[in-house]
T-cell receptor, first 116, second 112 residues
Framework: GAVVSQHPSRVICKSGTSVKIECRSL??????MFWYRQFPKQSLMLMAT?????????EQGVEKDKFLINHASLTLSTLTVTSAHPEDSSFYIC????????????FGEGSRLTVL | AQSVTQPDIHITVSEGASLELRCNYS??????LFWYVQSPGQGLQLLLKYFSGDTLVQGIKGFEAEFKRSQSSFNLRKPSVHWSDAAEYFC??????????FGQGTELSVKP
């Protein structure tokens, strides 16, 4: 079946640096990608929705300058956490949907970010 | 407002026992409903989904769920739980704005 791959699965960085997380759809064209954040023992919180070739739509309360999202192709979206701080440490999960919309929706394996 | 409620934060069952995880939703129309499972440190795996038609939905790993419009519920069931079923389970609704709304999650522990 379809697969959505995230890389890296784990990343540790120093405070003040920027980190990029990639989300790739491996065998289908992802017209829409979603980025979620998950705190320990909590549910997923939608951060932003991105459509290929256009600017991402951020949820209320999510800083667009802190969390840069790029969806440059139909198979790749990136989330860049800029000037990361310890409070940005979290589990970030992407999902991707194809032309079928919600009936063709798949999640990545997640990326664990730890900011020291 | 559209919402999903999973009343049980944590459930423990014995291996081989039956399981029911509760999910209630608030939505103005017939919703698209999903159950996902997440193992520790992992992404989400789709167990089953309901869009329309037969209200009893069969999923993977022996799970099933029943959509009950009158009760605004979509409870997940399994007749005999295996130790490998220990994980976090999320009930999810898809809203008209094209977004997934997640329940708070239910953590399942399985006793040997």
């Amino acid at each position: 079946g379809a697969v959505v791959s995230q890389h890296p699965s784990r990343v540790i960085c120093k405070s003040g640096t920027s980190v990029k997380i990639e989300c790739r759809s491996l065998d289908f064209q992802a017209t829409t990608m979603f980025w979620y954040r998950q705190f320990p023992k909590q549910s997923l919180m939608l951060m932003a929705t991105s459509n290929e070739g256009s600017k991402a739509t951020y949820e209320q309360g999510v800083e667009k300058d802190k969390f840069l999202i790029n969806h440059a192709s139909l198979t790749l979206s990136t989330l860049t956490v800029t000037s990361a701080h310890p409070e940005d440490s979290s589990f970030y999960i992407c999902s991707a949907s194809g032309p079928g919309g919600v009936s063709e929706l798949f999640f990545g394996e997640g990326s664990r970010l730890t900011v020291l | 407002a559209q919402s999903v409620t999973q009343p049980d934060i944590h459930i423990t069952v014995s291996e081989g026992a039956s399981l029911e995880l509760r999910c209630n939703y608030s939505y103005g129309a017939t919703p698209y409903l999903f159950w996902y499972v997440q193992s520790p440190g992992q992404g989400l795996q789709l167990l089953l989904k309901y869009f329309s038609g037969d209200t009893l939905v069969q999923g993977i790993k022996g799970f099933e769920a029943e959509f009950k419009r009158s009760q605004s519920s979509f409870n997940l069931r399994k007749p005999s739980v295996h130790w490998s079923d220990a994980a976090e389970y999320f009930c999810v609704i898809y809203n008209q704005g094209g977004k997934l709304i997640f329940g708070q999650g239910t953590e399942l522990s399985v006793k040997p």
